[in-house]
């Protein structure tokens, strides 16, 4: 039976239990409940049965203001501050999350060794890593005689104690699983750890004016450790990804409240650390040789930024009862339904089929202006006919077929026309100065005509 006020939170999906059990009726996971609180000490004064009449009130005030925007922190990594929206905010907090190895605490040092380069006092705690590891990466990335304050330590209560006394432009915190506050009986890394060092720091951040970015671990679904609420409570999200075996990592905004989300940076990862992409596009479309059957270009939006992508396609013919659909970059879902499209109204039968997809450089495309392009790649792989060389493709389909349009189309054509592209297979567009041949068509069937018969 439950003690008087005790409230039993299970530390692996956050869920609260009116007593304790051995396995959590939310997520089934075993003696992952502990108590997080316990009922008031005898004398202690009890919390009032309503809070009616004894506030101070609350001043309200207008839209209207004349306080400027503060300036944004520049940290001199240009990619970082275009995903934070133009630089670093001061009093934000960012949550950084990214697979084990991806890069996220080289990425987070070359932010800090650079800002600190530019006149910024800059702190970077470490839970995870030792000083002296910390110094022989920034030998590494050149960047030992960067005036960073390195510290290595997990209490928060010390952490804390340190920064309200010193005054730091950017604090970053390597990682959020690994600080421990005395104020909670539950390990570093549980669900009531994170959420109490996550709201304190934020807490920080607000009241002292200072950047703070916690760098957060991801569970095997990809999805940060620890509670949703910890995401709830700072400014910005971004995910740092990678595919093994590629050297290109993408830095991507879910959410941030001083900038646009799905805004997007790239790196590539080398002996020295991470390399600025200035052009994301020339760097995933590859040498410029003869496109091969089942290769089509995508033109899409990452954010602002255009990019092209060679999305390709292989079609054959399947060995075992049970064709295969294999998808890597793209939804599977959506490839189920362009592949269901193409059957039910073009007539193409993929039945006896297996079916390859993939975004070529390691880039993960997340919207449904893909369709057409890869549509394209599937029926160039079918056919056996190649699209040419300079054309782009971009375009959403419906299910009835119908080829519709999508949002910022002149931005993408610009795009193709500035890295030498000269035609472009699109639904009916309103731009007027398109600078490249445009091919529209408003039906897939006639796209496939177009692919198969090589008329642009």
């Known amino acids: 039976m439950a003690r008087d ?6 530390q692996s999906c956050g ?6 059990s051995g396995q959590c009726g939310a997520c089934g996971q075993w003696n992952s409940i502990v108590e997080e609180s316990r009922a008031a000490p005898p004398g202690a004064m009890k919390p009032a049965t309503s809070a009616a ?10 839209l209207q203001s004349e306080t400027p925007e ?3 922190i520049i940290t001199g990594v240009a990619e970082f501050d275009r995903v934070c929206g133009g630089g670093v905010v001061p009093g934000s907090a960012i949550l950084l999350s990214g697979d084990p190895g991806v890069g996220k605490s080289t990425l987070l040092l070359d932010v800090a060794g650079r800002a600190a380069l530019s006149g910024r006092r800059v702190a970077y705690i470490s839970g995870e890593e030792a000083v002296e590891q910390i110094r022989a990466r920034a030998r590494r990335m050149g960047l030992e005689t960067a005036p960073v304050e390195l510290a290595s330590a997990t209490a928060l209560r010390d952490i804390l104690g340190t920064l309200k006394r010193e005054k730091f432009d950017i604090v970053i915190v390597d990682s959020i699983q690994t600080l421990w506050s005395d104020a909670h009986e539950a390990g570093p890394g549980s669900v009531t750890q994170v959420r109490a060092c996550a709201g304190e720091m934020v807490r920080l951040a607000k009241s002292q004016g200072v950047a703070v970015v916690l760098v957060g671990h991801v569970t095997k ?3 940060v450790a620890g509670p949703r609420v910890v995401e709830h ?3 910005a999200v971004l995910s740092f990804e990678g595919e093994r075996g590629y050297p290109f990592r993408i830095l991507r905004a879910g959410k941030n409240r001083f900038g646009a989300t799905d805004e997007i940076g790239v790196f590539e990862m080398g002996d020295a650390g991470l390399r600025e992409v200035a052009n994301p596009s020339a760097l995933f479309l590859g040498e410029g040789r003869d496109r091969a059957p089942g290769a089509a270009v995508f033109a899409g939006i990452e954010g602002s930024r255009p990019v092209l992508v060679e999305m390709q396609a292989l079609v054959s013919k399947s060995a075992y009862g049970t064709p295969r659909r294999a998808v890597v970059g793209w939804d599977t879902g959506r490839l189920a339904m362009v592949l269901a499209v193409l059957e039910a109204r073009c007539g193409f039968g993929f039945g006896d089929q297996d079916v390859y997809l993939n975004v070529a450089g390691g880039l993960r495309i997340n919207e449904p202006a893909a369709d ?10 079918a056919t056996d006919t190649p699209l040419p060389q300079g054309c782009v493709v971009f375009g959403e389909i419906s299910l009835s077929g119908e080829v519709r349009a999508v949002g910022r189309a002149e931005a993408r054509l610009r795009e193709a026309q500035k890295l030498g592209f000269d035609q472009a297979l699109t639904p009916p567009l309103t731009v007027k100065d ?7 068509v408003t039906r897939l069937t006639e796209a496939v005509e177009r692919i198969s018969q090589n008329r642009y």
């Open 221 to 223: 679904d990809g999805q």
């Open 5 to 10: 006020g005790a409230i039993y939170v299970c």
């Open 15 to 20: 869920a609260v239990h009116g007593k304790w």
């Open 434 to 440: 398109k600078g490249v041949k445009v091919t529209s």
């Open 233 to 235: 409570m700072v400014d």
């Open 372 to 381: 057409l392009a890869a549509a394209a790649a599937l029926i160039s792989s």
């Open 53 to 62: 009449g004894r506030g101070r009130g609350v001043q309200f005030e207008g």
């Open 70 to 72: 503060p300036p944004r």
